[in-house]
């Protein structure tokens, strides 16, 4: 799930030889209502061929996979021989299986992710090869393609305009080096079971971090070959679920013909958490805040604000001009944002105006401003030579900078300050 964000723009794939044509084909998976579709920035996802989800059609499965298909790790004990037997049955040989369990005691140095980027490494090599797993492996995102923490380079970390986050990523991809030289020993460097090269371990990882599910009540990851293309969405249209021998993506509500079927990611995750694992940040992402606490005076601030549509105008205007539809959005974003900091450990300000001065202040830290990232995203779409990390930085970047700005808007509306 690399890249993942919710688009209104995607079309069929006419691609053949995928996993899931494979799957279709050999009626190992139960095609209900969907298809593999691309994204209007490139990327994949999963479109609905017929409208799903509605009246008594809520719940009901839009694709399911054979759990035989699905790579497993046991998180816990309590699904360690569920994940043995089904390692056995997809042949991973015993010495890769025992560093797998959670009660190995070269297992205990690894993080299940790290362990899951051993087990896709393996399933996805020249040693393990079928037909399904050629196709699965094609499948995955090139490293060019990915734009995780992990694979950021010392000369990327700048265009995120984040120290601390920059950090985050160093801090991952140090542990990510750590755990394959550990895997390397424990597996007395066997190239069939570990990869190569750091290099190609971290791509691993960074497939694993992205497409990795969570079952059995956090007991079992899984990836799952075709459900794994689906992206997030805040108040998604799917979820997934787990039977004793398919994994399922059903309706949870009701998508029309033509729409993507999403799923979350997780309902608490910041654009800072999203950058991490998926290396993508969402417009008006309600988990976000904002480094000033107006405490008491938010409510009064709401009280005394102009008409929505003024105000959705007015923060429309201050984001460059976009549509007032999206500025209604970005108010409430901000809105949102003031609520979660006013119970933040940022001291309370006395004023509006020194909340705004605050504001400014972070605002004019960043080394580019929101209308030069425009014009950078603009020049981007129009030549589309710029790397998958380079639009992520670009769009994580400015979309902390309109919250800011969307959050001055609302602030000095309250305060009538220009």
Known sequence: MSLRCASSSISSLSSSHTPFDLLIETNEADLKSCEIARTSWGGRGLLATEHVGFGKRQNETVLRVPLAHALPLAVSADAEETAADLHEAMGVPDKLTQLLRPSSSDATKLGDLEKMALLLHWVTSEAASTPARVAYANSLPTRDELACGVLWTDGEYPELQDDALASEFRDERRRVHDAYQVARDALDDDFALVPSTAESYELAFARAISRTFGALDGALGLMVPVVDMANHAFGPTCNF????????????????????????????????????????????????????????????????????????????????????????????????????????????????????????????????????????????????????????????????KRLLMATRSVLGASANIA
């Open 241 to 400: 679920r787990v039977s004793e021998k398919s994994f399922e993506l059903y309706a949870r509500r009701g998508a029309r013909e033509g729409a993507e079927l999403c799923i979350t990611y997780g309902e608490d995750l910041t654009n800072a958490k999203l950058m991490r694992a998926y290396g993508f940040a969402m417009s008006c992402n309600p988990n976000e805040v904002v480094p000033v606490n107006v405490g008491e005076k938010l409510t009064a601030c709401e009280e005394e604000e102009e008409e929505g549509e003024i105000l959705a105008a007015s923060v429309a205007s201050a984001l460059g001009g976009i549509p007032v539809d999206e500025g209604a959005a970005y108010a409430v974003a901000a809105r949102r944002a003031l609520e979660a900091s006013s119970s933040s450990s940022h001291v309370e300000l006395t004023s509006v105006i020194a909340a705004i001065e605050q504001l400014d202040a972070e605002l004019t830290s960043f080394a580019t401003t929101l209308e030069k990232d425009d014009h950078l995203l603009l020049l981007s779409s129009q030549s589309n030579h710029i790397s998958s990390r380079s639009y992520a930085a670009l769009m994580y970047r400015r979309e902390r």
